[in-house]
């Protein structure tokens, strides 16, 4: 016989309602499953309960404080106090009592919660929830002052490994050999970093971001410290406890950091903020020809018209002339936090920037036979030419086309010679003789900001991403030279 067909997710749905209603849910509350399959009982305001006690202790409670009774009567069929009749209660929601009746039935075996710890917990959360409502007042409406619902089509992943190790090289031997080998490429790993810092994802990297948690129902600060292009994650390191994880940002609720800015709020001084990219976007955070900002030093969020008269570039802290038109005096503790929240964004996506350069130069190293960074002692003929001389250099470079190496001759071979500083030569032939003259044996563990240059993509001197977008180091990777076989996974 064959198998029973899986029901599907509308069936699911329809029968996890028909369970609800049976029960005594209103017809107002809806249910979602999430990645385990688990049912997700959503209130009409929108908010999220793991089962239907829950749920119903939650009705009764709103019951009990709009002046219908806290439901802990009994009617004489309930065997004793806290039952509540099943006529009443459809009656009170407005539910078919037969329906009602089943679903009081089947859940008045269960033992009820204890009235003084349900009312511990409500006074616990309604104190939290006053603590987080404290805040200064600057210009601007109350922090993120709506909670998004969350939609059907946001589905977490599943956590994965880190995706640092994708970019990990496998060796290609010890040094000396002189062959370009290239395993990765023949077993499909990466092969090179494409690192574009200007992509939309790329530039998330160093920002601040907020993400919403789904399971506990609240914001995380965190900030963005990489961007792995093969499996389109980013890397959350978390304020609240320094925890790393790799997440698919396009899953998540966000409030990401943007541009930092001057904002203009009328009948207020000119004010350090910073733009915020919110996805997905509501109402309150999307409108044609407005930005939405986070003000520094006041935690106050803001809808601000997109025009030179109230957006101009922070530039550390720059006042230019339309900002100096304006005499009401501006706040300096907000400029201080802007400053230092600007160069910390700066300084975290230098570091990730470094951190590539030392993958792409780990593969260029690899396909180099690892003499990147090597002193070299070898014969060139075409020095002296014809008894030729013993030179020494340093290998920067090398060309897989060509299969030479880009050497940069020491002072004392400059001297002793008149010739270019460097030259690209195949220094393996037989009959050159090389010989590694560095101490240290094996690849180049930690090279130089020098050696890292050609492969710094993106690197900047400035100040984040205003005005000119700063002054690159490289206008793009090296590595990207060589061909890329296989994909970054």
């Keep these: 016989m064959p198998d029973k067909a899986e029901p599907t997710h509308e069936e699911k749905v329809a029968a996890a309602l028909a369970d609800g209603r049976a029960k005594g849910l209103p017809h107002d509350w809806t249910v979602r499953f999430n990645t385990q399959n688990r049912r997700k009982w959503i209130a009409p305001s929108g908010k999220l309960y793991d089962s239907i006690p829950k749920a ?8 009990a404080a709009a002046g219908g009774g806290d439901g802990s009567g009994g009617d004489g069929d309930g065997g004793g106090g806290g039952a509540v009749s099943a006529a009443a209660y459809a009656a009170a929601l407005g539910l078919d009592s037969s329906a009602a009746a089943e679903g009081s039935k089947k859940k008045s075996k269960k033992k009820k919660r204890p009235a003084s710890s349900q009312s511990k917990s409500s006074s616990k959360q309604t104190s939290r929830k006053k603590a987080r409502s404290k805040s200064p007042q600057p210009p601007g409406q109350p922090k993120y002052p709506v909670t998004p619902k969350i939609h059907e089509d946001i589905i977490r992943p599943e956590p994965e490994s880190d995706p640092e190790t994708a970019l990990d090289v496998k060796k290609s031997g010890s040094v000396g050999h002189g062959k370009a080998s290239v395993p990765a490429a023949r077993s499909g790993k990466a092969v090179t970093v494409h690192w574009d810092p200007n992509s939309p994802e790329g530039k998330r990297v160093g920002f601040s971001i907020r993400i919403f948690d789904q399971d506990d129902e609240e914001w995380r600060e965190g900030r963005v410290l990489r961007y792995d292009p093969g499996s389109c994650k980013h890397k959350i390191q978390y304020a609240d406890n320094d925890e790393c994880r790799w997440l698919r940002l396009k899953h998540e609720i966000i409030q990401c950091g943007g541009d930092f800015v001057w904002a203009l709020v009328k009948g207020f001084a000119w004010w350090p903020a910073q733009v915020l990219i919110c996805e997905p976007a509501t109402e309150t955070t999307r409108k044609e020809g407005y930005v939405y900002v986070k003000f520094f030093g006041a935690e106050q969020v803001a809808m601000v018209k997109n025009s030179p008269d109230n957006i101009r570039p922070f530039r550390n802290g720059e006042i230019d002339s339309v900002i100096a038109k304006n005499k009401k005096k501006r706040n300096p503790k907000a400029i201080k936090e802007a400053k230092l929240e600007q160069e910390k964004t700066l300084e975290v996506r230098n570091e990730a920037i470094r951190f590539y350069a030392r993958k792409a130069f780990d593969f260029a190293n ?13 014969y060139n003929s075409f020095i002296n030419y014809p008894a030729g ?26 001297v002793k010679h008149k010739i270019d500083p460097a030259c ?13 003259v560095d101490k240290a044996k094996g690849p180049k563990k930690d090279p130089s900001d020098d050696e890292l240059a050609p492969y710094m993509f993106g690197s900047t001197i400035g100040d984040g991403r205003n005005g000119p977008r700063d002054e690159p180091i490289k206008k793009s990777c090296s590595s990207c030279s060589q061909p890329l076989v296989g994909s970054l996974t």
């Design 389 to 414: 001389d013993t030179v020494i250099g340093t290998v920067k470079q090398y060309s897989s086309t060509q299969k030479k190496w880009l050497i940069l001759y020491d002072t004392s071979t400059l």
């Design 366 to 378: 690899n396909d180099a036979g690892n003499f990147l960074g090597k002193r070299i002692q070898f």
């Design 424 to 436: 690209w030569f195949n220094f393996v032939q037989k009959e050159c003789h090389y010989k590694i």
């Design 56 to 63: 119903l202790a939650q009705i009764r409670k709103e019951r």
